[in-house]
């Protein structure tokens, strides 16, 4: 059975490009009938903080993305611990009792190229094991084969067929003298036991992927197929780095600027993915459905961004995109979030605020706009822009309004039509143009000098709002 997994290290907080890694080992578990794991690399302890590790939670919720299983790595280190010693049982691991200081263990010794530690790779199993008795700390390396002509090969989904000499690859720690697995160890080893048919991550792992292949093959277990994914770089062609770009590179940056997860899986898809038809704009069953190895792209990916503003113009036209087309009822949640953190209330009339809702989407960019430009619809605490005001200087506009207001005070009913119907009996009668009253009655309900239609702007702010608003612009 298909099977793929997204292996985050709590280090940090959810980079943009393990969100990308996350999605599609989601698509494409999604589209194969597959098994989404989430499983968290947290056995540096020194490095991993409670901090990131609710980042990564608070990210993929936002997302929207389901996973299937959960792990920690930190509850199966006796697991890796077990497959170092099977390697080493199998003469294909050494114990190196050179390093004192931890740091220096999986490190080039010296800047200079190493492939091993003199001595110990040939010291005879019985010494080791007396050394190892008497309590002598110990590194466990993997027993890379030298002079052999050997080279370790696999076929990458997207970069094609991979091959290395052995005699370019180190002896590799597997088991620190600590105790502690290396990160090779722990995620092979947890990739063999949760049965990972398909590893898809970055293609800053490729390298990694050599060791990997010889990791598997030791422990006997089967070598699954692997798919590396672009890189993400900025517009200078540096890697996205959250030491140097800082909240530029975290979802959460995009979440927190109003963004539909929906949109923001959607641009993140494009940034080294694409369709074959060459469609932008899709829905999330839409790139279930197209989603190929063969749409990824080899070479890396930009995100445009400067000191000035963090976010990508394409993101943004996207978002738009999505919030003006998706059916109201799947942004209302996002909408009712950002107006109660704006301190507004929600109408009680749920039926009606879906209504507002979708008549104002239409010329927004992101969801902050409902408690920016929207602000008008939900409280009666805005301002009027210069260019409505405008509107409301026109010669006699603001006296007509304020009889328009009382022609609607006096009438039972309240509609679209019913308020036009007294609008163009009102311009007709005084002799002016209609639209003297309608750019009018726009600037009096919400201030501004464009927007919906102004008969639909009445019924969205509703009777005793529009009545009450007209007739404050006369005084």
């Given at each position: 059975m298909l099977r793929v997994r997204f292996a985050p290290s709590p280090t940090g907080y959810l980079h943009i490009g393990s969100a990308r890694t996350f999605i599609f080992n989601w698509l494409y578990a999604r589209r194969n009938g597959g098994t989404m794991i989430l499983?968290?690399?947290?056995?540096?302890?020194?490095?991993?903080?409670?901090?990131?590790?609710?980042?990564?939670?608070?990210?993929?919720?936002?997302?929207?993305?389901?996973?299937?299983?959960?792990?920690?790595?930190?509850?199966?280190?006796?697991?890796?611990?077990?497959?170092a010693n099977l390697i080493?049982?199998?003469?294909?691991?050494?114990?190196?009792?050179?390093?004192?200081?931890?740091?220096?263990?999986?490190?080039?010794?010296?800047?200079?190229?190493?492939?091993?530690?003199?001595?110990?790779?040939?010291?005879?199993?019985?010494?080791?094991?007396?050394?190892a008795a008497a309590g002598e700390p110990f590194v466990i390396r993997y027993l890379v084969p030298r002079e052999t002509g050997r080279a370790v090969t696999f076929s990458d989904s997207v970069y094609g067929d991979q091959a290395k000499s052995c005699d370019d690859i180190e002896d590799f720690a597997l088991l620190r003298s600590n105790g502690m697995p290396t990160?090779?160890?722990?995620?092979?080893?947890?990739?063999?036991?949760?049965?990972?048919?398909?590893?898809?991550?970055?293609?800053?792992?490729?390298?990694?992927?050599?060791?990997?292949?010889?990791?598997?093959?030791?422990?006997?277990?089967?070598?699954?197929?692997?798919?590396?994914?672009?890189?993400?770089?900025?517009?200078?062609?540096?890697?996205?780095?959250?030491?140097?770009?800082?909240?530029?590179?975290?979802?959460?940056?995009y979440r927190d600027a109003g963004f539909l997860p929906h949109s923001y899986v959607n641009f993140l898809c494009l940034l080294g993915w694409s369709p074959k038809d060459n469609r932008e704009q899709m829905t999330r069953d839409e790139i279930v459905?197209?989603?190929?190895?063969?749409?990824?792209?080899?070479?890396n990916s930009v995100v445009n961004f400067s000191e000035e503003d963090p976010i990508d113009p394409k993101a943004l036209w996207l978002n738009?995109?999505?919030?003006?087309?998706?059916?109201?009822?799947?942004?209302?949640?996002?909408?009712?979030?950002?107006?109660?953190?704006?301190?507004f209330t929600i109408p009680e009339d749920a039926a009606h605020f879906a209504s507002v809702v979708d008549l104002i989407r239409a010329r927004y960019t992101t969801l902050l706009d409902f408690g920016v430009k929207g602000r008008p619809y939900f409280s009666d605490d805005f301002s009027i822009e210069p260019a409505a005001m405008e509107k409301l200087d026109v010669a006699g506009a603001r006296e007509l309004l304020a009889e328009l207001a009382e022609r609607l005070a006096?009438?039972?009913?309240?509609?679209?039509?019913?308020?036009?119907?007294?609008?163009?009996?009102?311009?007709?009668?005084?002799?002016?143009?209609?639209?003297?009253?309608?750019?009018?009655?726009?600037?009096?309900?919400?201030?501004?000098?464009?927007g919906?239609?102004?008969?639909?702007?009445?019924?969205?702010?509703?009777?005793?709002?529009?009545?009450?608003?007209?007739?404050?612009?006369?005084?």
């Open positions: 499983r968290l690399d947290d056995t540096d302890v020194e490095r991993n903080t409670q901090a990131s590790i609710d980042s990564i939670f608070d990210g993929l919720r936002w997302l929207d993305l389901s996973w299937d299983e959960f792990y920690r790595q930190s509850d199966r280190v006796e697991l890796h611990r077990a497959a080493l049982e199998k003469g294909l691991a050494y114990r190196d009792f050179t390093p004192a200081d931890t740091s220096l263990e999986e490190k080039v010794h010296d800047g200079q190229a190493w492939s091993g530690n003199p001595g110990q790779r040939e010291m005879p199993k019985e010494e080791s094991d007396r050394r990160y090779h160890l722990a995620s092979c080893a947890d990739d063999a036991d949760l049965r990972i048919s398909h590893i898809i991550r970055g293609q800053d792992h490729l390298t990694n992927t050599f060791k990997h292949v010889l990791i598997f093959e030791a422990m006997g277990a089967a070598v699954p197929q692997f798919a590396h994914l672009p890189l993400l770089i900025a517009p200078d062609g540096a890697k996205l780095s959250k030491r140097k770009h800082g909240p530029v590179v975290s979802v959460t940056t459905r197209v989603f190929r190895f063969e749409g990824i792209n080899r070479s738009s995109q999505h919030l003006r087309s998706l059916p109201v009822a799947e942004i209302l949640p996002g909408v009712t979030a950002v107006l109660q953190a704006a301190g006096g009438d039972a009913e309240f509609s679209e039509a019913v308020v036009e119907a007294h609008l163009r009996a009102l311009a007709t009668e005084r002799g002016v143009k209609a639209g003297v009253l309608i750019n009018g009655s726009r600037a009096a309900l919400t201030g501004q000098a464009v919906p239609s102004a008969f639909h702007l009445f019924t969205a702010v509703g009777r005793e709002r529009a009545i009450a608003r007209l007739r404050a612009v006369a005084r």
